[in-house]
Nanobody
Framework: EVQLVESGGGSAQAGGSLRLSCRLT????????LGWARQVRGEAREGREG??????????TYADSVKGRFTISKGSAGNTLWLQMDSLKPEDAAMYYC?????????????????????WGQGTQVTVSS
């Protein structure tokens, strides 16, 4: 059973940092595109934005809105995913979701596609005050 459990959300001031974690339970040896997506409170589900992705080969992509400020990484054991968020802006405030997709791996693991992922965590809230 695939499980994704986020933690690490909270409040920060603009310019500050937060680090999100996602504990992963995925089939051993499988190739997954992993990533983070976010949804602003009050917006429709269809408005979810892909933030960053990391493929099984370690290649990463980022949305233009976070490029240079956020860093996605995963543990060597493959059971933890992180999102380091620096230079936070008020517009980064959202519910952040850890997402996994076996079908996107190996060619389609891009931030703009991660919202199509099949497996989602429950989300962790990030608030940024100006």
């Amino acid at each position: 059973e695939v499980q994704l459990v986020e933690s690490g959300g909270g409040s920060a001031q603009a310019g500050g940092s937060l680090r999100l974690s996602c504990r992963l339970t995925i089939p051993p040896g499988s190739n997954y595109c992993l990533g983070w997506a976010r949804q602003v409170r009050g917006e429709a589900r269809e408005g979810r934005e892909g933030v960053a992705t990391i493929d099984s080969d370690g290649s990463t992509t980022y949305a233009d809105s976070v490029k240079g400020r956020f860093t996605i990484s995963k543990g060597s054991a493959g059971n933890t995913l992180w999102l380091q968020m620096d230079s936070l802006k008020p517009e980064d405030a959202a519910m952040y979701y850890c997402v996994g997709s076996p079908s996107l791996s190996g060619g389609y693991c891009y931030s703009q596609y991660i919202t199509r992922g099949a497996y989602w965590g429950q989300g962790t809230q990030v608030t940024v005050s100006s």
